[in-house]
């Protein structure tokens, strides 16, 4: 499945999602709604110094809450995707769809667009 139709088909289950993005190992944009691909790279590099600091592994997944929104991050083989959301959303939901969507594109022969 393309990046796009990936995107599509996340939007249509996922009402709650304000702004996403899908990118590939380079942090290059495959799609997009809203900004949010151009603060990936600030979002998993902040992700991953803290787990360094703890002496863990780069994260996989990771979520921060703030007062109005929610943002969620997913790694999944070489591809990430980036998310706010409104608050007060499942947490797992997010994740889960976000990996699915990551794996949608992963097993389509075309990532971009």
Do not use: K
Request: glycine share 12%; net charge negative; proline share 3%.
């Amino acid at each position: 499945m393309t990046a796009d139709a990936a995107l599509a088909e996340l939007l249509d289950v996922s009402t709650h999602l304000r702004s996403v993005a899908l990118m590939d190992s380079d942090g290059h944009v495959l799609a997009e709604l809203g900004s949010v691909g151009a603060d990936s790279a600030a979002f998993w590099a902040a992700a991953d110094a803290a787990a360094r600091q703890l002496g863990r592994p780069p994260v996989s997944q990771c979520e921060v809450g703030l007062p109005d929104a929610g943002i969620f991050g997913v790694r999944e083989r070489g591809l990430s995707a980036i998310a706010v959301t409104d608050t007060g959303v499942t947490a797992g939901l997010v994740f889960y769809d976000l990996r699915e969507t990551l794996r949608n594109v992963i097993g389509g022969s075309d990532a971009r667009g």
